[in-house]
């Protein structure tokens, strides 16, 4: 195994709440990434980072906010949860360019 | 953004058929990769391919990198039950780290 996991695994939420889903890899991978896969949209990129309080924004930031204050940690935050963002969100982990990801076994979040 | 547009979407085959599925792009990609997700699991790599025309083979499991860049296919022989999910094609394109996903092909497979 890779050594990612993310957590919680299944959580609900009510709109309007802040909601925080972590990854944690023990592997010192320097790029981490989150993904959120919904039905007919495959894999879509919310945000990535490259190191330690560096990130950037994917094809589907809005809504959302990341932190990297340690390598083994990324934090995905949605500050202001909206049924829109009911998804099952992958975080992923990439030793660097051109490689390929390993994925964290999801967390499926409902906000009602 | 880039989009892969991956077919079929779905697939319903006799365990023991050839499934072939493909992978196709307006954008040239440097990289394709290949992706297996089980229900409640994250996509796992399969196959990655790095240059345009190869071919590699993983087990029953065969992917070809397009010679435009454009596309690529993937092939499973003699499918068994396991080969159940859903399998995704993704691509790197120039020097990026951001891995691009098609939308997926659902195979069912039955006994």
């Known amino acids: 195994d890779a050594g990612i996991t993310q957590s919680p695994r299944h959580k609900v939420t009510e709109t309007g709440t802040p909601v925080t889903l972590r990854c944690h890899q023990t592997?010192?991978?320097?790029?981490m990434y989150w993904y959120r896969q919904d039905p007919g949209h495959g894999l879509r990129l919310i945000h990535y980072s490259y190191g330690v309080k560096d990130t950037d924004k994917g094809e589907v930031s809005d809504g959302y906010s990341v932190s990297r204050s340690k390598t083994e940690d990324f934090l995905l935050t949605l500050e202001s949860a909206t049924s829109s963002q009911t998804s099952v969100y992958f975080c992923?982990?990439?030793?660097?360019?051109?490689?390929?990801?390993?994925f964290g076994s999801g967390t499926r979040l409902t906000v009602v | 953004g880039q989009q892969l547009n991956q077919s079929p979407q779905s697939m319903f085959i006799q365990e023991g058929e050839d499934v072939s599925m493909n992978c196709t792009s307006s954008?040239?990609?440097?990289?394709w990769l290949w992706y297996k997700q089980d229900p409640g699991e994250g996509p796992v790599l399969l196959i990655a391919l790095y240059k345009a025309g190869e071919l590699t083979s993983n087990g029953r499991l065969t992917a070809q990198f397009g010679i435009t860049r454009k596309d690529s296919f993937l092939n499973i022989s003699a499918s068994i039950p396991s080969d159940v999910g859903i399998y995704f094609c993704a691509g790197f394109t120039g020097g990026g780290n951001k891995l691009t996903f098609g939308t997926g092909t659902q195979l069912k497979v039955e006994l």
């Open positions: 954008s040239i990609f440097n990289t």
């Open positions: 992923a982990i990439s030793r660097g360019q051109g490689n390929g990801y390993t």
């Open positions: 592997e010192n991978h320097r790029y």
